[in-house]
């Protein structure tokens, strides 16, 4: 990237970005399917991840402790079945694998919406997970396979802008919909009649599968070099492809560097199960929960645009550092105790935690549009020649084993630090007792991050070509 182009201004690189979408005219009609199914179950999907602890406590009935366990117990399935889920998707072919998943969408979300019985309900959570969970990766490998080598640049930018969209779009609706009769039940409905569109769209416009190149034959198994003829090389089975991983130290460091990146990381898990109740027992009632989360959409959406060619003057490394130390210190505001900003600005108590709130998604979503995207480059660049969609795939695990405790985590904090009754009390809580309390918690979690990198930093770029100044190879998410 040249200094040229870091030195042209935001509009000129808003409008080079989107005109670089011209080229995609020429994608077949499967893409645009995938594109339209990224788009509207991002919108049904991001909705639901806002609302999800709101609806098990408000509208089914479990108390903080409980909805948070079911609610993580969900996101860690998810994140296992996003281990395997690239498996599926090559064993079953990309049309017919969004079939299934679209379909296990559409009866999940209908019985949500149909009924608020626990032993229904709870059960198509699981399975809302697993559907989006066999979807995510389908997305990526169709706008893979549907685009050509000029035009992939493009195809994965409209696949991380679109859905980008869709998280800013599903929170923006989020309250409006809330307001309807039915509440929190209403984002499921609102799912249901999506999942449904995005099965018509596969039935009606993808029309045919895009033939596979052949293979089973052992004459077409045979590739031409040059007059020669030799036998193509045998495919490796999954196991020597673990075993060959996990005897590689470098897999070992990354796994490091993922595991010191947890602290941080949760605070994606926060902004799900904590936040939401967070918003409406501190600003109030009518605390706008969807349109504070959708702050966090929009930034990210035009914010990686606008900073892409910044970061690319700087190590990669180097970049991630900085934009963990912004995300995590972003949780410093929520431990302000809101009395500082009524003295100083003349606000009430529920301004004054709009302040601190907005002050926090702000700094957060800076820092991740810096280091977020930059997790995968690394992961490129560190992971051995042909090994890099296992080291993709095995990153999962931090986080599924980290998602199954911050249900524990979040239940224990709102009972006891921003409980429902907590909204009378705030004038007059100890610090130690309030909400701030929880948050500063929560700060020194993500904080830890940085400082253990800071600690580890020879461990996990040891032998790496990050250590060694070799540009990462960038990857198209």
Known sequence: MTDDAVRQGPVKILRDYFSAFTALKSCPRPFWVVQLINLLDGIAY??????????????????????????AMTAAVYTGVGVIAGFIGDWLGIKRTL???????????????????????????????????????????ATKRYTTKETQ????????????????????????LRALPYSNRTVFMMGS????????????????????QPNGDAKLNEVKLGNKTTEAPKQES??????SVIRESAFWRFMLFLVLLVGVRLVFEHQNQIYPKYYLRTIGPDAPVGRLSSINGLI??????????????????????????VSAGSMLFMAIPPMFFMDMLGVTISQAYTIIVIAQI????????????????????????GR??????????????????????????????????????????????????????LAGIAISSPLLIIVLRGVIQKESCLEKGEPPQPTST
Do not use: H
Not at 46 to 66: C, N, P, Q
Not at 115 to 128: A, C, H, R
Not at 238 to 243: H, N, S, Y
Not at 427 to 439: A, G, I, K, N, R
């Open 388 to 441: 890099e969609a296992s080291y993709m795939g095995l990153s999962y695990l931090p986080m599924f084993f980290a998602r199954s405790a911050e249900g524990l985590l979040a239940g224990w904090l709102l009972t006891n630090y921003c409980p429902p009754d907590v909204t009378a009390n705030l004038t007059t809580l100890p610090y130690m007792q309030s909400p701030q309390f929880m948050c500063l918690i």
């Open 46 to 71: 991001f909705s639901m991840l806002t609302v999800s602890t709101l609806y098990l406590s408000e509208t089914i009935g479990y108390d903080d402790k409980s909805a948070a366990n079911i609610w």
């Open 300 to 325: 990210i959406c035009f914010g990686i645009i606008i900073s892409t060619p910044i970061v690319a003057r700087f190590k990669l490394f180097n970049v991630m550092f900085f934009g963990i130390c």
């Open 193 to 212: 009649v999506i999942s449904i569109i995005c099965w018509l769209a596969i039935l009606l416009l993808w029309r045919k599968e895009l033939p596979k």
């Open 99 to 141: 079939q299934i998943s679209v379909i296990m969408l559409v009866a999940s979300r209908l019985a949500i919406s149909a009924t608020t019985v626990k032993s229904i309900v709870v059960p198509s959570l699981f399975f809302i997970q697993i559907g989006t969970a066999i979807m995510t990766p389908i997305l990526i490998s």
């Open 153 to 176: 640049s493009a195809g994965f930018s409209m696949l991380y802008f679109l859905m980008n969209i869709g998280a800013f779009l599903g929170n923006y609706v989020l309250d409006p």
């Open 238 to 243: 999954i196991w020597l492809i673990i075993w």
């Open 362 to 385: 702000v700094t957060f979503s800076i820092g991740e549009v810096i280091w977020s995207p930059r997790l995968y480059e690394y992961t490129a660049a560190i992971a051995p020649k």
